[in-house]
């Protein structure tokens, strides 16, 4: 009798934690949880690290702002100077922003990524040695010089906030060098 009672107990909380715990650990931050996102076909446009992010936004100015995929971070992007030629230095202001209030967003743990036709030119990450990078004053300033003309793509991925993990948000910028 306490056999039967004691599988009964056991598949209840199989099933509880099937169908109530582990959705809720889905959404949290918990990567080992998270379904890649190239598995959800939602997204139109690749990102340097093979996942889609919804869109991208084409560079007309020196100043662009986009909100990441996941709504959480504003991405003010500067450029000097502006147009980007080839073989000219060129610096990336990045602002993170909190999209309710519009003020910088302190501490977040990001990185930069630089595409030419799906194959990457420059990772600020690696530059470092390290899986990310982090801000706490929430703008950075990251050089870069183009050694050839075409089109390129900017990645944006913000894998933390305040010193806590969040599901890597990213936006992705279109640019275009003479």
Not at 89 to 103: R, V
Not at 107 to 120: L, R
Not at 139 to 155: D, R
């Amino acid at each position: 009798m306490s056999r039967k009672v004691n599988l009964i107990y056991f598949l209840i909380c199989f099933f509880f934690a099937v169908l109530v715990i582990i959705p809720k650990l889905e959404e949290s931050g918990f990567g080992f949880l998270q379904w890649p996102s190239n598995m959800l076909n939602t997204t139109n446009a690749t990102a340097t690290n093979n996942t889609l992010i919804s869109k991208s936004v084409q560079i007309n100015s020196a100043d662009t702002k986009e909100v990441t995929d996941g709504k959480s971070v504003n991405i003010d992007l500067q450029i000097q100077p502006y147009p980007i030629s080839k073989n000219v230095d060129s610096q990336f202001m990045i602002t993170f922003l909190q999209p309710s209030t519009q003020t910088v967003q302190v501490h977040v743990d990001y990185d930069f990524a630089i595409t030419k036709m799906n194959s990457e030119v420059f990772r600020a990450s690696s530059k470092t040695g390290q899986p990310l990078l982090h801000t706490a004053e929430g703008i950075v300033k990251i050089p870069y010089k183009f050694e050839e003309p075409g089109q390129y793509s900017l990645q944006v991925s913000i894998m933390g906030i305040n010193f806590i993990p969040i599901k890597t948000e990213q936006t992705l910028f279109d640019l275009k060098i003479s």
